[in-house]
């Protein structure tokens, strides 16, 4: 009996990672696995941006199925003037802000179902000493404060509540938010301002 | 420190709250295989038509629409103006119908220029000259064939 051949002890050399515009080129050919790696790669930040702006799971979800599923029709239609990343954002931000309208108008008090908070909050310093030593409510606990703090980001105009996911949540730059909006920079550096002093008026019990 | 400046950084570490917020475990596991089904289950636009693609394509270019709706109002605008003109036109076409002189009225103002024309000057002659005879196409009506001249309905000899 012939002896097996040693398993190779070199471990094969990772695959490159295939950037947006190969997966792009080769969804756009009819590849279904690449819209696959497509979405794998975008749905966490693209599923967080619409959910800090709806503050809900289930609309979160649908607007993120959405999302992509528009993007798929319209793939034969990107031509690659901006990255895929901002045509996808864009997508999903008119979506999104169509939807808070209809929202809007069909139930004005809106409806939070807010996402657990993970375990690594508890360890955040940033978190802990804003809470230990900043806020005079020592009592109060993170899910409260999330609660507040998602009430106070719903009383924003869309416009303004998508600058703030996206610049202070997300930590995108402004003219990557310029080019998703379709505005100038301007103008979202003049949006951001507003609405962080909206903010400061809302949650002012918690930022002394 | 500027307290403005101290309060939009402590805004800023309280927003960073809301990157701990996580959907349920698995969830991105499960959302690619969930999208692919609705990909399969939901038709194209364009197995809805023409008019799916157009809404599709709104949908994806909110400023097309704008534009799509200022076009369409400016359409129905310039068809408004342009069938107001029509319509005052053709009202205008028939007040002068109506303010025309009819047969009895131009008979009147037939007979008083005939009076008032000088007597001394022949009236002229509406019956047709050929010097060379009658072509064939006119000689039954010959002066002479017919037993009289050829005259124009209008015309009155009376009068003269």
Redesign the interface.
């Known amino acids: 009996m012939p002896a097996l051949a040693p398993p190779s002890a070199e471990i094969p050399p990772a695959a490159p990672p295939v950037d947006d515009g190969e997966l792009v080129r080769r969804a756009q050919a009819g590849d ?1 696995e690449a819209f ?1 790696a497509l ?2 790669r975008h ?2 930040r693209l ?1 967080a941006t619409i ?2 702006m709806t503050s809900n ?1 289930e609309d ?2 649908d607007l ?2 959405e999302s ?3 993007a ?3 793939l034969k ?1 990107f031509k690659g003037d901006s990255s895929f990343f901002t045509w996808l954002y864009r ?1 999903a931000v ?2 999104t802000i ?1 939807f808070l309208k209809q929202r809007k108008s069909r139930n004005p008090a809106g409806h939070l179902s ?5 375990f ?2 508890e360890h ?1 310093p ?2 802990v ?2 809470i230990s030593e ?1 806020t005079p409510r020592r009592e109060v606990n ?1 899910a409260e ?2 609660e507040k ?2 009430t106070a ?1 719903q009383k924003l105009s869309e416009p303004h509540r998508l600058v ?1 996911t996206l610049h ?2 997300q930590g995108l730059p402004h003219e990557e938010i310029a080019a998703i909006m ?1 505005c100038n920079v301007g103008t979202v550096r003049s949006r951001l301002f507003y609405a ?1 002093q909206q ?2 008026a809302y ?1 002012s019990d ?2 002394k | 420190m500027d307290p403005g400046d101290s ?2 950084r ?15 475990p698995g ?2 596991d499960r ?2 295989g ?3 089904c ?2 399969i289950e ?1 038709p ?2 364009d197995a809805l038509g023409w008019l799916g693609g157009l809404l ?1 394509g709104f ?2 270019r ?2 097309a629409l704008g534009l799509f709706a200022v076009l369409v109002s400016c359409t129905y605008l310039l068809g408004f103006s342009a069938s107001r003109d029509l319509v005052r036109q053709s009202w205008q076409a028939q007040a002068m119908r109506e303010h025309l002189p009819g047969p009895h009225e131009l008979a009147g103002w037939q007979s008083y220029a005939v009076r008032r024309a000088p007597r001394n000057q022949p009236m002229p002659s509406t019956a047709p000259v050929f010097s060379a005879g009658y072509p064939d196409p006119f000689r039954a009506f010959a002066p002479g064939r017919l037993g009289g001249a050829i005259a124009p309905a209008s015309y009155q000899p009376s009068i003269r």
């Open positions: 279904s696959d979405v794998r749905q966490e599923y959910y800090h799971h979160a979800d993120t199925q992509f599923i528009k798929f029709r319209a239609s997508i008119n979506k169509n807010l996402n657990d908070l993970d690594n909050v955040d940033d978190l000493s804003l900043r993170l404060l999330q703090l998602n980001m703030v202070d949540i379709g962080r903010l400061q949650l918690y930022l | 309060q939009c402590s805004l800023q570490r309280l927003l960073a709250l809301k990157r701990h917020e996580r959907p349920p969830y991105f959302l690619p969930r999208i692919q609705r990909l939901q194209e636009p599709a949908q994806l909110p400023a």
